[in-house]
């Protein structure tokens, strides 16, 4: 193999100018590889952290009430025209058991049990529809980050305080220390202090959010001791419907991953990888065929030595080596060039870019690259190097 190796040094450093267009063409097509993926993965990365930093991975609720239909009798056909049920505010049965138990399921990382419902927040003359959340501070915590959100004040939703958006906060002129009076109907009604102020950064949640204490909540919205949701947090983003399903089993409540919640962003997102993949998929491709044109033009320039090479008693199996190590040496040269030129594209965008995000290196998307290119160019030698095996010496000779 040192032969071979020597031999394909040599032809590469006889055809110099050849040699460094096709590296940099290796580079070039390995630099955007690993650039695109990045920034592809950090826009993807991105956009699920804004999206699962104000909702929860799964949400568990009571299942929806339906009618209950009396069958007919037998030998009559019947003829039904049903409206659906109208849907209660409605607590979980049992839920604490439930919450303990989702405590225990693998892949679950934090549950955090909710009471929320529909009430009018009042100041002066100022009147806002806004939907209460009544949670437990610690627990809630671990599902959504509200103390990194928060703008204003503290957050302490104890002793009467609760939290408001700041677009609430902006429609009612309220300001940290301001009351703030809360009718959830049928006499229902409290007045409480605004102890902070948070921006989640969706302007339909900062409208209409009121965060409060799990208790007071409850009692505001007639549910005394009752949860309406519980918020689940998991270690794998994408395992979310997976858990979800299963929650779904072995509860018999409504489970809703974020994959079902967002639909949309999911479908999305899967756009997204694929046009990834078919840009590289595509760059490989065009660096194959750059790295095959040239080593088909180096048997043709080089058949003389080839055929020198084979009258010595070269046998065609060290040939074929030859060329298949030219393109190896190729792909991993350039893919080399090309992977830092991609690393210092990715540093320059997080350094100098619009800063609208940070775009993270992938662990494995180097290395990745670099084999992406080493097989292409190894594939791509198979065929003029198969053509350099076969030529006869005599005749190669002649030709030359």
């Known amino acids: 193999m040192w032969i071979e190796t020597t031999i394909a040094m040599r032809f590469l450093r006889q055809g110099r100018a050849q040699t460094l267009l096709i590296l940099v063409g290796i580079a070039v097509g390995v630099s955007v590889i690993v ?44 003829l039904l025209l049903e409206d659906r049920r109208a849907q209660a505010l409605r607590p979980i049965v049992n839920w604490q058991q439930v919450r303990d138990a989702l405590d225990h399921l693998p892949g679950v990382t934090a549950v955090s049990p909710v009471v929320s419902g529909p009430a009018f927040g009042r100041r002066g003359d100022a009147v806002e529809s806004v939907a209460l959340i009544g949670m437990d501070l610690p627990r809630y915590l671990r599902v959504i980050p509200l103390d990194e959100n928060m703008v204003e004040g503290r957050l302490d939703v104890g002793s009467g305080n609760a939290l408001v958006g700041r677009q609430l906060a902006h429609d009612l002129g309220l300001r940290t220390g301001g009351k703030l009076r809360l009718d959830a109907g049928d006499g229902r009604a409290t007045v409480v202090n605004v102890a902070g102020i948070f921006e989640l950064g969706v302007r339909e949640l900062d409208a209409r959010y009121v965060y409060l204490d799990l208790k007071q909540a409850q009692s505001l919205l007639a549910l005394p001791g009752g949860v309406t949701v519980i918020d689940i947090t998991v270690a794998e983003l994408f395992e979310a419907e997976r858990i979800a399903a299963r929650i779904r089993g072995l509860t018999g409540l409504k489970a809703e991953s974020w994959m079902e919640t967002n639909a949309q962003l999911m479908n999305a997102l899967t756009s997204q990888s694929m046009s990834t993949n078919m840009i590289s998929f595509f760059v490989a491709m065009s660096v194959a065929l750059g790295i095959a044109s040239v080593l088909a033009v180096s ?67 180097v290395p990745a690259s670099m084999l992406l290119a080493t097989v292409a160019g190894v594939i791509a030698a198979a065929v003029p190097a198969s053509r350099a095996a076969r030529l006869d010496p005599v005749e190669a000779i002649r030709h030359a």
């Open 35 to 78: 650039f695109v993926v990045a920034l592809i993965s950090g826009l993807q990365a991105n956009v699920i952290a804004r999206t699962l930093g104000t909702q929860a991975h799964v949400r568990v609720e009571a299942p929806e009430e339906v009618n209950r239909i009396a069958p007919a009798a037998a030998g009559t056909a019947q």
């Open 299 to 365: 048997v043709t320039q080089r058949t003389r030595e080839i055929g020198i090479l084979r009258a010595m008693g070269t046998r065609r199996r060290q040939m074929l080596q030859v060329f298949l190590v030219q393109g190896a040496v190729l792909g991993v040269a350039g893919s080399l060039i090309g992977a830092l030129a991609g690393w210092g594209l990715v540093g320059i965008f997080n350094t100098f870019g619009p800063k609208l995000f940070y775009i993270p290196m992938p662990a494995g998307l």
